[in-house]
RNA sequence: UCCUCCUUAGCUCAGUUGGUUAGAGCACAUGACUGUUAAUCAUGGGGUCCUAGGUUCAAGCCCUAGAGGGGGAGCCA
């Protein structure tokens, strides 16, 4: 027989069940007991909420009953029946307990309370089985589905680029490195560089840092794709938004132009979230009251004015801001903080580049929404961006998001051979080692859009989390890599 | 990488102008309790006060250096 005959706590809570005999486990997450009756509270992970097992001691034998303790694996047999109690409809009394993990209370360091997310974090193999870790995990869960189920809804194909490779053309960071080569021992070139005829791939390799020039040559054949997969910057960043391996999405497609990108990027969001909210209710109360009670613990004035539910409402229901990079700067100079100078960098002239201070402003306090700012100077953008006819800006959008800032960078990609190559040499981009990419617009070249999304920071958005350590299993940043 | 704050029991934290034996809540153990909801009540065990050096009659507290962590900034997604 097989061993997994269990029911989950989720569909136990779903459906009636009561007179049935069922099999549950899980684990522990307390236990109440007295001297005729001992009460554990069960999770196994299918839903936040936790199943009353009741054990009667004239059944079920003291030795097993002192073996369940906080964190403990059990196997419960028993028949589900109406609570007597009033904190459930209802329960199940145990005719058979199996302990099949015992977890030592001495040793065991979760306990029925609440723990800092530092401690956790420290116990990352562990935190997991905690209420919030368990919801953000299954809310991240709902979102990568719906990820793969909006694109796919929409005719788009999933394509996985290449984790290893040799470009780092776009410019968007320190890369890791990727050899076989004897770091101690490095066959060397004549002039005492090092040779990468010797490593493995014959030339110098490095993780990717973005999927965006590969995702441009499959949109160039297949229209409308994406890739969702693990990027990877060595970036010395030590913030709450950055880690060194993130999951990055990022939809291409032929026959987009900027407004078409921005339109698809808003109904993208707006359908995950929505998702989310449809199919995570029960995490997604848990988190919005757990948002509210660590606000309470911030000051009036850093308080945000909407509950995270109503924060996800509000995004799903109204249309974001579309403005300007020109307008943006217009609005900045003119504002209270440019004014009295309480900016740590004032704005001054249009070519300067929005500080985050500056993006809070305009999200948090100006427009109070989501807000895509497009049509930034070409002096601050990468060189794949679609020159715009005033010679000054590029058809560049970035979506900002309260929180969080910046939650998707885009672009209408530049399409003309001539413009592409002139603006490479002036960035000093070879393109002798970009002739695949130069193909494209060689051949068949088409206006195509499309934009990239950083998969933790929508996680961060929809869950509260404040930091984007806690919304990714096990965190990479600078110094740490354990587990 | 820069700025700033923090490090005291398993966890969360208190610890006065430097002064005798370093405290609380939770957790844990034992006992009590006829159905509990992070049960309750009683009793008990539990400390490298982050590390190294220094000042002092005396350091958890002051000074210097280091380690670890948090927040902010830059870079970005």
Known sequence: MAFNKRVKIKSLLESDFVGQEVTLMGWVRTKRSNKNVSFVALNDGSTINN?????????????????????????????????????????IAASSITILGEADPE????????????????????????????????????LAYAVHKY?????????????????????????????TL????????????????????????NLTVSGQLEGELAAMALAEIYTFGPT????????????????????????????????LAEDFL????GYALEHCKDDLAFLDKRATDE???KKADQRSEMGLLDRLRFVTENKFERITYTAAIDILRNSNPNKKKKFQYLIEEWGADLQSEHERFLVEKHFKKPVIL??????????????????????????????????VGGSQREERMDRLTQRMDEMHIPQEEMWWYLDTRRFGATPHAGFGLGFERLVQFVTGMGNIRDVIAFPRTPGNAEF
């Not at 060397?188 to 390799?205: A, P, Q, W």
């Not at 707006?270 to 979230?273: E, K, M, S």
């Open 51 to 91: 199943y009353q097992v009741v054990a009667d001691p004239n059944i079920i034998d003291e030795e097993t009953l002192k073996r369940i303790t906080t964190g403990a694996c059990i196997k419960i047999s028993g028949q589900i029946v109406a609570s007597q109690g009033s904190g459930q409809n209802s329960e």
């Open 107 to 142: 040793k065991y360091p979760l306990q029925p309370k609440k723990h800092s997310l530092e401690f956790l974090r420290e116990i990352a193999h562990l935190r997991m089985r905690t209420n919030t870790f368990g919801a953000v995990f299954r809310v991240r869960h709902a």
């Open 151 to 179: 694109f796919n809804d929409k005719g788009f194909f999933y394509i996985h680029t290449p984790i290893i490779t040799a470009s780092d053309t776009e410019g968007a960071g320190e890369t890791f490195k990727v050899t």
């Open 182 to 205: 004897d770091l101690k021992n490095p066959p060397l070139n004549e002039d005492g560089s090092i040779n990468y005829k010797e490593d493995f791939f014959e030339r110098e390799t």
């Open 232 to 263: 990877f910057r060595a970036e010395n960043s030590n913030t709450t938004r950055h880690l060194a391996e993130f999951w990055m999405i990022e939809p291409e497609m032929a026959f987009y132009d900027a407004e078409d990108n921005q339109d």
């Open 270 to 273: 707006q359908y995950v979230i």
């Open 295 to 297: 606000e309470q613990g």
């Open 374 to 407: 497009t049509d930034y100077p070409k002096e601050i953008k990468a060189f794949y961006m679609r020159q715009n006819d005033d010679g000054k800006t590029v058809a560049a959008m970035d979506i900002l998001f309260p929180g969080i800032g910046e939650i």
